[in-house]
């Protein structure tokens, strides 16, 4: 047996993906890299967040954290959606506490030339950061990941955070060859970023369309599906691709059309329903990140609740309903990833 295949049977995420009786529930936390780590704080002292992706110790130091503190069944890359963007010279700053922010926003047929392919050679720190990580995870497997090109080209659309996504949802309807032109080159971005992670040794990745939750099904559909569909197709048949929004309840079985083998449940719909909906999948979440403040007799009541209701699932990979929020307690998360180890060893 080679090296890769004797790993990745000793990973429970792993055969989960695969839909695989795993010898135990596996857990990792969306934003369990950075936020609410002190030693997190302690390691980005001095360094912007993007200076931070780009130096491959640092990257390495901070994926890891995580997973040593907390035991977790996977590692999540310590990198950023915007950074693909970054690497191809588009002018977008990480402010602390606001987030992406684009200098001169993309609106106009004009616009879609400035988003030029990304090539391997653009972030050669993401393969050195990836070739050190795989050597010290040992069977913990790294989930590599990228922004959709919805969630991604709001950022761009919009100059910024957006609450209503106005400017890219009038943008789709008044100029949709533009919206076309803009979210295909983010598609052939994203499916390259990912790409670029899986051939550094990444054994799973997750596409990140935290936003798409604003559009209706038949927008989505129109608008968005595609090119998912187009950025996921860069990695199909060779690792488990998980895909995950926020507030896309009623988009949940539009998004499984993309390909991907996982699908990500935020904590708005209980798994239970999720899995009489998408028979087929392996479902990933959905603990309400807000249940980390609880306190403990609650917050292993409210775990063992997600567990109960992801019974019914094709599998179960266990996760919050979205990203640690910045102020949890490490503490906290350590009592959760105890308790769906404790309660589902096989
Ligand atoms: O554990 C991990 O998941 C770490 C890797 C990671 C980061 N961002 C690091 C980061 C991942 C997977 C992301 C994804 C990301 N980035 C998303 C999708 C996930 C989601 O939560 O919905 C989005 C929408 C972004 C864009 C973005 N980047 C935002 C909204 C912010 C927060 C701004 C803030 O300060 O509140 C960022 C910055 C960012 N990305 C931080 C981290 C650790 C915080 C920056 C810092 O610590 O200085």
């Not at 390495?60 to 693909?84: C, K, L, N, W």
């Not at 653009?122 to 090109?149: M, N, Q, S």
């Not at 129109?222 to 998980?242: D, K, N, Y």
């Amino acid at each position: 047996m080679s090296n890769a295949a004797a790993v990745s049977s000793a990973s429970p995420f792993l055969a989960a993906c695969r839909g695989e009786t795993p010898s135990r529930t596996p857990v990792w936390f969306m934003r369990q890299a950075g936020r609410s780590l002190p030693e997190y704080k302690e390691a980005r002292k001095g360094t912007t967040m993007l200076e931070a992706c780009s130096t491959p110790e640092l990257v390495a130091e901070i994926t890891m954290q995580p997973v040593r503190r907390y035991g977790v069944d996977a590692a999540i890359f310590f990198s950023d959606i915007v950074v693909p963007l970054a690497a191809i010279g588009v002018d977008v700053k990480i402010v602390p506490g606001v987030g992406p922010v684009v200098a001169e926003p993309f609106r106009t047929e004009a616009d879609v030339k400035r988003l030029r392919n990304l090539d391997p050679c653009d972030v050669p720190y993401i393969t050195e950061a990836i070739g050190l990580l795989v050597k010290e995870l040992g069977d913990t497997p790294l989930i590599g990941f990228a922004g959709a090109p919805f969630t991604l080209a709001s950022y761009l659309v919009e100059g910024g955070p957006s609450r209503d996504h106005a400017k890219t949802k009038a943008l789709m309807k008044s100029q949709p060859d533009v919206w076309h032109g803009i979210a295909s080159r983010l598609a052939a971005i994203c499916g390259e970023f990912l790409r670029v992670q899986v051939e550094a040794g990444a054994q799973a990745v997750q596409l990140f369309d935290s936003w798409a939750g604003a559009l209706s099904e038949a927008d989505y559909r129109e608008f968005v599906l595609p090119h998912s569909t187009a950025a996921l197709a860069g990695v199909a048949h060779s690792v488990p691709r998980i895909h995950f929004g926020v507030g896309t309840g009623h988009l949940l079985e539009a998004m499984t059309e993309t390909g991907a083998e996982v699908s990500g449940v935020d904590f708005r719909i209980p798994l239970d329903q999720a899995a009489k909906r998408l028979p087929d999948k392996v479902l990933q979440g959905n603990l309400d990140p807000a249940l980390i403040f609880a306190d403990d007799a609650a917050l292993v009541a409210e775990t063992d609740k997600v567990l109960e209701a992801a019974k019914g699932a094709k599998g179960h990979i266990f996760n919050l309903g979205h990203g640690v929020l910045p102020d949890s307690d490490p503490a906290k998360l350590k009592l959760v990833v105890d308790r769906v180890h404790e309660a589902t060893a096989r």
